[in-house]
């Protein structure tokens, strides 16, 4: 299996280059020439197998240049026990048409833990493979949950250095503090003034600068991406899309071969990205179910084919999903255009210029027959965590309930009303206490302590708090910095001397 760039203007790599390097060096993303294909009965033979072996089984048909003992390796490091519990995604029954897939388990509660725990393992194997020599630094802009997902797993790697950037007004308390509070030696974490888009602006910039990389490269450095830009962040974000599916076949919720859908609340779209991978290898999915908050700029793109970041940006309630800029579209922008490079460069050259770009009509149809769009405002966010739970005593956090209330109103149309569908559930509750208790008791919340939230939560709910979160009460603030975001490649070269 060989990866080329989006843009065109690059070599054809091993899985193992592209996970190196993260971002291609036009400045597109690698992606796959071609898609394995899993047939039902191979499908069906994840049913008995753990999470881990499944992992394995779907990653060796990306990861050709891997050994198939290298993947167990890097899989059993990541997804432990202690880190995640005997079952890393259980699908949970909420009612008869409805599983929510809580991705939530691992030691960020937040499920970019799902790739990031893997991440550097797959990482350090790449280097060796690529005969890397320089340390890798880690360049990661994060809407919240990528950045400590991103510390908690390339904290104290050998040779690497991560370096983490967060909008400094525009995540949850909870968010901030598992960050601020990041030990390890080659950690640097960074709020900025700006949001999650001048962020990540900021740090495709500094992966494009072919000068500062050089100059870097002479130093010992090499940059490198934890975010979803790169591969070996998305192909595990396929595993679970299958693992989901054997595991609602077990629950005799679906026959083997029936199609399901899945609904995803998304900013990056590279999470709803990996259920389209998953479809494209033969896994049995309708229709793939594209949640938006207020920042409904995916919900306007995939309705019209114009992807236009000129408009109001907001903060909301579900903090994760504030983004104008969904870095992954320019993969699937890849696949609708059957390969073309010079027409995708070119959607992203006016994207920069112009803040605006339309697709041709064949590409539209493409998205359409895979994707709905739909978007939540924050009235509908609360109304609906507040509802599930009095209905179904099940507890969604501010992201997850965006995804629920868009699959209600999927299930308005005629043409689908039934269909089984997994609800993809992205974080804790306890992540966002303070929006979640106010939906669920119907008032607002008087505590301003963080933590005093916490507790009242799972007071209320009979939950547990997650032990890791319970313990950033007592954890030293260590990063206190915040910067401009357009010094963000000032503050690179300045930390890395």
């Given amino acids: 299996m060989v990866f080329v760039s989006t843009r065109g203007d690059a070599d054809i790599v091993t899985s193992a280059y592209a996970i190196n390097r993260g971002l291609a060096n036009d400045g597109g993303l690698f992606v796959p020439t071609e898609f394995p294909q899993l047939s039902l009965e191979e499908i069906a033979s994840l049913k008995k197998m753990s999470y881990q072996e499944r992992a394995v ?32 995604v259980p699908l949970v029954q909420v009612n008869n048409n409805t599983g929510v897939l809580e991705l939530w388990h691992g030691p960020t509660s937040a499920f970019k833990d799902m790739a990031l725990q893997l991440l550097p393992h797959l990482l350090l194997a790449a280097k060796k493979k690529t005969g890397e020599l320089h340390k890798i630094v880690i360049l990661v802009a994060t809407s919240g949950d990528t950045g400590k997902a991103a510390l908690e797993g390339f904290a104290d790697v050998p040779g690497t250095e991560i370096m983490v950037f967060y909008p400094s007004e525009g995540v949850s308390d909870i968010q901030k503090r598992q960050m601020t509070t ?13 949001n999650f888009d001048d962020a990540q602006r900021g740090v ?3 992966f494009s600068n072919k000068i500062l990389a050089k100059s870097l490269a002479e130093k ?16 595990p974000q396929i595993v679970y899309y299958f693992s989901a599916y054997v595991d609602a076949v077990a629950a005799k919720k679906i026959k083997l071969g ?9 900013g990056n779209f590279g999470d ?12 049995p999915v309708q229709r793939l ?3 938006s908050n207020s920042n409904n700029i995916l919900t306007d793109f995939i309705n019209t084919g114009i992807y236009d970041k000129r408009r109001e940006f907001y903060k909301t309630v579900s903090p994760s999903m504030d983004i104008l800029v969904s870095s992954n579209l320019e993969r699937l922008l890849y696949h609708v255009s059957e390969g073309d490079a010079t027409k995708v460069a070119g959607y992203m050259e006016k994207l920069n210029t112009e803040g605006i770009y339309e697709v041709e009509r064949e590409a539209l149809r493409k998205i359409r027959s895979e994707f709905f769009g739909a978007w939540v405002d924050e009235f ?21 309930a965006v995804a629920w209330r868009a699959l209600e109103k999927y299930r308005y149309l005629p043409e689908d009303p039934d269909t089984y569908t997994v609800v993809l559930s992205t974080a804790s509750p306890f992540k966002f206490a303070n929006n979640v208790l106010s939906a669920i008791k119907g008032e607002e919340t008087t505590a301003e302590n963080p933590f005093d939230l916490l507790r009242e939560l799972s007071a209320e709910t009979g939950m547990a708090i997650p032990s890791r979160m319970g313990a950033l009460e007592e954890a030293a603030i260590l990063h206190k910095d915040v910067v401009d975001s357009k010094k963000m490649e000032l503050t690179v070269i300045g930390n890395l001397g």
């Fill in 272 to 283: 709803i990205l990996a259920g389209y991978y998953a479809k494209q290898m033969g896994l």
């Fill in 220 to 235: 010992g450095f090499v940059f490198s991406s934890a975010n979803s830009i790169n591969w070996g962040r998305l192909a």
């Fill in 57 to 88: 089984y779907i990653l060796k048909q990306f990861l050709t240049d891997y050994t198939e003992e290298e993947l167990r390796d890097c899989v059993n490091k990541a997804y432990t026990e202690e880190k995640f519990g005997k079952n890393p």
């Fill in 380 to 400: 509908e966010t609360k109304e609906t965590i507040g509802r599930v739970y009095r209905e179904n005593n099940y507890v969604l956090d501010t992201h997850t």
């Fill in 204 to 206: 495709k910039e500094i």
């Fill in 289 to 291: 179910l594209c949640a």
């Fill in 182 to 194: 990041q030990p390890g030696e080659n950690v640097k974490v960074f709020g900025i003034e700006g």
């Fill in 258 to 266: 029936e199609e399901i859908n899945f609904v995803v609340p998304t």
